[in-house]
């Protein structure tokens, strides 16, 4: 059964679904006709229907434009939690079905650039990598050094990569583990002046990020953790939230979200990150601010996502 169109989504058909380690699911999906083509290294957010709600999550593209214009494919490889509200179930689903994606989305890209490249991976943190790797003609000498941290045999695609250093001249990769081969500093301080790519957890995104500023590297990452939220006020208050017509106090130190979901009110939610956009809501009065930026709204009706924002006012929503 085709899912229902919505507003900015494509439907996709799950071409087939393979466990390929210890939860981790790979997906290939059919987009429908008129998807906009991705570059390597962009995401995408996946919604799926799950007992009659739609439960949407970030993931990136682990397969190349290429892949997509010659077998028509997308590939999502996902790390699978037993109690995740969406990756529980991807391991379910069968070849035919149908689900929502977004467009392709981030400038997370391999820079078009003769300069030495070194990609940093953690974890899942190698999907962009795999994409950008494939996007690369065969024969192409450009250096490009790719550093893959993963726990003890929990490494992806290891026949893929070796078969990827055949064909690309200047590709070499090493896998690693932390107990073994020490931190990203460590590993990343023989490259310096190089360009960094990076993508990984957020510890491993900060350590990164301090070695780079020390040393004067070039650096572009991506993760998909909680935006980090800009909070410009120190002080608690208390303020009147009106929403569908029923009144709450709330504070102005978490997000419009946390409380209508700690209040038990009816509302639409997906990834919590401010991507999917299931959370709108209109906005009648009242002033919010967004966590991600600090920007302040203006007094009067507009479309806000409640999981980020927090309110400066009282302010009155409808659903």
């Not at 739609?54 to 590939?75: C, G, K």
């Not at 107990?179 to 990164?208: F, I, M, N, R």
């Not at 608690?236 to 946390?258: C, P, S, W």
């Not at 302040?296 to 929503?317: A, F, G, H, K, R």
Request: glycine fraction near 6%; proline fraction near 4%; charged fraction near 20%.
């Amino acid at each position: 059964m085709l899912p229902a169109w919505r507003d900015g989504y494509y439907r996709a058909r799950i071409e087939s679904v393979r466990v390929f380690t210890k939860q981790s699911v790979e997906l290939l999906l059919v987009p429908e006709k008129g998807w906009p083509t991705h570059k390597s290294g962009q995401h995408l957010a996946l919604t799926l229907n799950i007992n009659g709600r739609l439960v949407t999550r970030v993931f990136t593209i682990a397969s190349s434009a290429e892949q997509l214009e010659a077998q028509n494919t997308l590939r999502l490889l996902i790390r699978t939690q037993d109690k995740g509200a969406l990756t529980a179930h991807l391991s379910k689903l069968t070849r035919g079905e149908w689900v929502n994606i977004s467009k392709p989305q981030g400038t997370f890209l391999l820079p078009r650039t003769e300069q030495p490249v070194v990609m940093l991976a953690g974890g899942s943190g190698i999907t962009p990598f795999i994409a950008m790797l494939h996007s690369i003609p065969k024969g192409d000498t450009r250096p490009i050094t790719l550093l893959y941290y993963a726990k003890k045999n929990a490494h992806w695609l290891n026949t893929e990569l070796a078969q990827l250093q055949v064909s690309l001249p200047g590709f070499e990769y090493r896998l690693l583990e932390r107990d073994k081969d020490g931190d990203a500093v460590k590993a990343l301080s023989p490259y310096t002046g190089k360009k960094w790519l990076v993508c990984g957890p957020e510890g491993l995104h900060k350590q990164v990020a301090q070695l780079a500023e020390q040393t004067n590297t070039p650096l572009a990452s991506e993760h998909f953790s909680a935006t980090p939220r800009v909070d410009l006020s120190t002080e608690r208050a208390e303020f009147t939230v009106t929403y569908n017509g029923k009144q709450f106090m709330i504070d102005n130190q978490h997000t419009l979200l946390a409380h209508l979901k700690a209040k038990q009110q009816e509302v639409n939610a997906g990834c919590g990150m401010g991507i999917c956009h299931q959370c709108k809501c209109v906005k009648k009065r009242g002033v919010v601010r967004d966590t991600r930026t600090g920007e302040l709204s203006d007094n009067t009706e507009q479309l806000i996502q409640l999981c980020v924002s927090q309110v400066v006012s009282d302010v009155e929503l409808v659903k």
